[in-house]
């Protein structure tokens, strides 16, 4: 039995066999932006610290800004994934204007300059 691998970096149209897994992968796309994106602002304005025993003083060691960028840089990553893919149409089909839709919006104009 011959299977069809779908194809996920391309738009799949409704009657191509594996319309249905590559609307499923699009949906799946969104939900990990969307978790990556919220991963990232949990640590938007946070930072390390430690509370010296001694003094009593509150002692910032750090911010989270490593976690931050890499959070945001593998939300980025998936939405360039995710623009060229069926992932775009569902959002524009649904008129979304959240976070997540903007950043794969925004990846998919960098991509249609690009060519």
Known sequence: MLTIEPDYDRFVETHEPHYFSAQAR???????????LKRANSYAGQYYAYTDYETGDFVITGECDEEYEAEWNRASDLARMAACSNAYRI???????????????????VVAQQG
């Open 91 to 109: 959002i524009r089909a649904q008129g979304r204007d959240d976070e997540a839709s903007m950043l794969i919006l925004e990846a998919h104009a």
């Open 26 to 36: 699009g949906f799946a796309l969104i939900r990990r932006i969307e978790r990556h």
